[in-house]
């Protein structure tokens, strides 16, 4: 087969859809508002998109409840539901490059992380799914007495669905794969800082054929659009990724309808190298695991244990490869790191290193903003780091990365569960008994032993403690999206 070189640098893309997808239709928000969406390597806004509100996401709830009571969704076979799924993956691998560059302009992400990562792992999300839709079975229950009795996974209803800007198109797709699979209809609220894949997947979805009122976008805020979705009695259930605070908002908002909740939420997830790891590659997967998409990531390993005796030379090495990564243009081939999402974000990175400076840890490389233009913050390595500095307790969602020196297993693991999140974690070991053990000992929903970040839709993935409630993707996610019915028939 003949190498296909990828270009150099890519073209941005054209902005197609900036409405809202409601009942199967685009129109404007019902007020008429609508707000920027900025480019974060140049700070320039790319365009305005329609700001959904609690009249929107009324109209919504409607429109998803008709869909989901009556019309062609509600009767169609579940095979055909998969194939429409089918349908929708294929389409966006026909638009891959068209896609993976408005992620990059809309998040700024590295163009080449957008296409090898984001879009492949959306659309094999979505074929995963798409597989599952005639495979949800109900069990027979042998119970007492001349009975019949029997279960049926029947779907939930309509689902709402609000999701971050770290992953856009492959949040969506978490989402709307098990949700569709289960016979759902959906109402998605992409994050105000990522609206455009998420729409121009809508759009994607129409062109497959989705029966109107099955998957409905509305870009908006948190607190207007986002609330309204939480509080609206139409709505049968919220699935939330996002921050843990914002979580804690959504529960007791959600607590007027008793709606059912999944979240997937932040971590400060333990990356434990031993010495006698092979420490190349737990270098370069300590690197993956921590500046992977400029740090934006629930499961970056941000608490990096190495063990004392190879903590220096760690150390330095780390340091030289964090040196070789590339800033800037992320529509550059050559770019490693883009810029962070938005100025918020960018703020809230800077005080963290401030904060650690103050704290007495030894920031070893970087610290600083990269650059006068675009949110840009150069990769940041500080050691001498101890558990209690807000550095090692808070989730700070950008490329810092602190190294914590341990002496013995118990205490690794002791300090690695001394947190209030359980998202993931990672060993390196040659010893496997030591791998098995660390897997079984630290409390958290992924553990990765050898490697890091690595996702596969079958493979369920959610948190421990504070950092959520029940599993996205595997099999796992179908509960979410399900009732179980109980059917109970007299024999006599
Ligand atoms: P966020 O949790 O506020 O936003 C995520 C989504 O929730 C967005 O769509 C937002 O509009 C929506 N939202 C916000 N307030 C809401 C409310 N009251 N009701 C319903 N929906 C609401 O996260 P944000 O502000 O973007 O980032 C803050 C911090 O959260 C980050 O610095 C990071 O630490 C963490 N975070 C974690 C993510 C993860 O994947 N676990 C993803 C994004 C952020
Ligand atoms: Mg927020």
């Known amino acids: 087969m003949a190498t296909v070189l990828e270009p150099t640098s890519f073209a941005p893309p054209k902005v197609r859809q900036t409405q809202l997808l ?114 949800i079975h109900g069990q027979t229950i042998p119970i007492r007495g001349d009975y019949f009795c029997y279960t049926r996974r029947e779907p939930l209803g309509v689902c709402g669905q609000i999701i971050p800007w770290n992953f856009p198109m492959l949040m969506a797709a978490w989402k709307w794969g098990p949700a569709l699979a289960a016979g759902c209809t959906v109402i998605m609220k992409p994050a105000e800082q990522t609206p455009l894949t998420c729409l121009r997947m809508g759009e ?24 309204a979705l939480v509080k609206h009695p139409g709505v049968d259930k919220i699935a939330f990724t996002g921050e843990h605070r914002t979580a804690q908002i959504i529960m007791a908002d959600a607590a007027q309808t008793l709606k059912r909740l999944t979240f997937e939420l932040g971590g400060k997830s333990p990356n434990i190298v031993f010495a006698d790891a092979d420490l190349d590659a737990a270098i370069a997967g300590a690197e993956f695991g921590l500046f992977f998409n400029q740090g934006q990531c629930c499961c970056a390993g941000s608490r990096l244990f190495v063990e004392e005796s190879v903590h220096d030379e760690f150390v330095d090495k780390m340091v030289e490869r964090a040196n070789t990564r590339v800033l800037g243009n992320p529509f550059d081939s050559k770019t490693t790191q883009g810029p962070q999402v938005d100025r918020a974000q960018f703020d809230k ?144």
């Open 204 to 227: 994607l979805a129409m062109e497959a054929g989705f029966p109107p009122g099955v998957i409905n976008v509305v870009p908006g805020y948190g607190p207007t659009a986002g609330a």
């Open 349 to 492: 990175i800077l005080s963290y290193i401030e904060k650690g400076k103050e704290q007495g840890a030894a920031c070893v490389t970087g610290g600083n903003r990269y650059g006068d233009k675009g949110y840009f913050i150069e990769p940041t390595i500080f050691t001498g780091v101890t558990d209690d500095m807000a550095i090692a307790t808070d989730e700070i969602f950008g490329p810092v990365m602190n190294i914590l020196k341990f002496k013995d297993f118990n205490e690794v693991v002791e300090r690695s569960n001394r947190t209030n999140f359980g998202l993931a974690a990672a060993v390196w070991t040659r010893d496997v008994s030591k791998a098995h053990r660390i897997a079984n000992s630290v409390r958290a929903g992924t553990v990765w032993v050898n490697c890091y970040d690595v996702f596969d839709a079958a493979a369920p993935f959610g948190g421990f403690k504070m950092s959520g409630i029940g599993r996205e993707l595997g099999e796992a996610a179908l509960a979410n999206y399900t009732e179980l019915k109980t059917v109970t028939m007299s024999l006599a």
């Open 22 to 135: 409601i009942g199967g239709k685009w129109r404007d928000a019902v007020s008429g508002k609508t707000f920027a969406t900025v480019n974060p390597a140049t700070e320039e806004v790319i365009a305005e998109v329609a700001e959904g509100d609690a009249a929107d996401i009324d109209l919504a709830a409607k429109a998803a409840r008709a869909a989901f009571e009556s019309g062609p969704w509600a009767k169609m076979d579940a095979r055909d539901r998969g194939k429409l799924m089918t349908k929708l993956a294929n389409l966006i691998e026909d638009n891959f490059d068209e896609l993976a560059a408005l992620e990059s302009l809309d998040n700024g992400k590295p163009i080449c992380d957008a296409r090898a990562a984001d879009l492949p792992l959306t659309i094999d999300c979505l074929h995963y799914y798409a597989g599952w839709a005639d495979k």
